[in-house]
């Protein structure tokens, strides 16, 4: 079975400087995809930015970017400018490339990431 | 267009209750996932269903089920509510064959069982 782990349960940091968020994950399948997810308190998930495991460049998304190291199982977000509207709480999530009809998603414990102004 | 929409958005019950929870996912969108999210925890999977069958199931027991109408709006039921059912329910939907491109989530219904 597939896991997911985020190993820091908080994190902080000041507005306008940068943050990297933590997630290790553990798979057999050699392909798959990965997500982070955003939840402000309005409670809704927010996609942030997903990595496809079988491409080798870094996903980024304006001031979000990942770090894919496929062969160590980590994949850790980078938050670049941090905003007040930063502060959330966000997850690492995994799923299987090929899943038949069932493609649902593992998600890590979380990390609330606060942004001091 | 409107994102998923999730009613009611809190709700509390007694042991023992039962309870319906409902999601309208996003227009065409055809697969609708639960998740079950116990405070201070990630989303758990429960159920998914596409084209108004189940296609995936988690672990949980069998007081949980769902069903999936022509609509394809979803409803999720639980009987015989225990206190650890107390959490926050969310749902997922996504376009055929893009779930890939990860999922568009509605905002919950919270529930409280005491």
């Known amino acids: 079975a597939q896991t997911v782990t985020q190993s820091q349960p908080e994190m902080s940091v000041q507005e306008a400087e940068t943050v990297t968020l933590s997630c290790t994950y553990d798979?057999?399948?050699?392909?798959?995809?990965l997500f982070w997810y955003k939840q402000p308190p309005s409670r809704q998930m927010i996609l942030v930015i997903r990595q496809e495991a079988y491409k080798q460049q870094n996903a980024t998304e304006n001031r979000f970017s990942v770090n894919f190291q496929k062969a160590a199982k980590s994949f850790s977000l980078k938050i670049s400018d941090s905003q007040l509207g930063d502060a959330a709480m966000y997850f690492c999530a995994y799923r299987k490339l090929y899943t038949g009809a069932n493609s649902k998603l593992t998600f890590g414990k979380g990390i609330t990431l606060s942004v001091r102004p | 267009d409107a994102g998923v929409t999730q009613s009611p958005t809190h709700l509390i019950k007694t042991r023992g209750q039962q309870v319906t929870l409902r999601c309208s996912p996003i227009?065409?969108?055809?697969?609708v996932s639960w998740y079950q999210q116990v405070l201070g925890q990630g989303p758990q999977f429960i159920f998914q269903?596409?084209?108004?069958?189940?296609?995936g199931r988690g672990n949980f027991p069998d007081r949980f089920s769902a069903r999936q109408f022509p609509n394809y709006s979803s409803e999720l039921n639980v009987n015989a509510l225990l206190l650890g059912d107390s959490a926050l329910y969310l749902c997922?939907?996504?376009?055929?064959?893009?779930?890939?491109?990860?999922?568009?989530f509605g905002s919950g219904t919270r529930l409280t069982v005491v």
């Open positions: 227009s065409g969108h055809k697969s």
């Open positions: 997922a939907s996504s376009y055929p064959g893009q779930g890939a491109y990860g999922y568009t």
């Open positions: 798979t057999s399948e050699s392909d798959y995809y």
């Open positions: 269903y596409y084209e108004k069958e189940e296609r």
